[in-house]
């Protein structure tokens, strides 16, 4: 008889969650996030791959009500152990390009995202970090320079996120990683920087004497092409926590130094792992999107990592 009532509960217990709906998966919109190289400041009035791709990650960007955009740039760096500032200048100027005629930028109206900046201290605060809101910063071209090209229309709501000037690939990553729950909330994380950015190893004399930036005369160098394909490897053939160790890794290659004499045009390429690069990112694989050589040395790579797509 007890058996039998065993039997009997199992049997109705069973029912009752033959009747119960499967659950639901829920859902959030993951958005990609991307590193660009954004090279000299030619890049933005001469039309080239890298930047069609850029004016497509834009049209991207739009399609799927991109919140707000949240980018690290290569030209804006704080003093101090653990510091980090956020854009909160209501009214940004913008610092002036050469080579560029003004009317590629100067009637561009930025749109600085104050509620955001306080979205992204409060995240960076959380984790650690000192933050704080400079509301004196002007933009430089490594960040309107993409902006202006991804939504030459009309520039969404931005917030800037300073590098700090010991230029520690980990410490950025980490701003990174506390910055991508951002991702789940419709905000596009942008890194601009450079693959292969050494000033002092480009080759001036065309864009100088001919305004050609793209004039390449002969091959680039051994160690730009090395570090370049460094670059690919680490980004393309790692995902999640791998993509973190494999490019913050790329700092100790053999050609890191040639290929980047100074360190801040790397570190947004840091914070782009970081953002990317979490154990729920396994899986998710950068893809070189574009490429444009400058200066015969410098080499403008674009890489994406992750759609506009749901994410489970
Ligand atoms: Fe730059």
């Given at each position: 008889m007890e058996k039998t009532t065993q039997e009997q509960l199992l049997f109705q217990d069973l029912a009752d969650q033959a009747r119960v709906a499967p659950p639901t998966k829920t859902t959030t919109m993951l958005s990609p996030v991307h590193f660009f190289s954004h090279g000299s400041t030619m890049m933005l009035g001469e039309e080239s791959e890298s930047a069609s791709y850029w004016k497509q990650c834009g049209d991207d960007a739009l399609a799927h009500g991109v919140k707000g955009i949240v980018m690290m740039g290569a030209h804006w760096a704080c003093v101090g152990q653990d510091k980090i500032e956020i854009s909160m200048n209501p009214k940004p100027g913008k610092s002036p390009v050469a080579y560029?005629?003004?009317?590629?930028?100067?009637?561009y109206e930025l749109v600085p995202d104050l509620d955001s900046g306080e979205k992204c201290i409060r995240l960076l605060t959380d984790a650690g970090f000192g933050v704080n809101a400079n509301d004196k910063f002007d933009w430089i071209h490594d960040t309107y320079l993409i902006l202006i090209r991804m939504f030459p229309e009309r520039c969404p709501p931005t917030t800037i996120i300073s590098m700090n000037a010991n230029f520690d690939p980990h410490l950025h990553m980490q701003v990174g990683a506390a910055l991508r729950p951002l991702r789940e909330q419709g905000y596009l994380i942008i890194g601009s920087g450079g693959a292969v950015h050494n000033l002092y190893r480009n080759v001036w004399g065309p864009m100088l004497r001919y305004s050609d930036n793209f004039a390449q005369e002969c091959a680039p160098g051994d160690w730009a092409m090395d570090f370049r394909q460094a670059v690919e490897d680490a980004f393309c053939n790692n995902s999640g926590p791998h993509l973190r160790r494999a490019v913050t890794r790329l700092m100790k290659h053999p050609t890191y130094r040639d290929a980047h004499a100074t360190d801040d045009h790397f570190m947004a390429a840091t914070f782009v792992a970081g953002a990317a690069g979490s154990e729920d990112d396994s899986g998710i694989y950068a893809e070189l999107k574009a490429e444009t050589w400058e200066l015969t040395n410098m080499c403008n790579s674009q890489f994406s990592i992750g759609r506009w797509v749901s994410a489970t």
């Open positions: 560029v005629h003004p009317s590629k930028y100067i009637d």
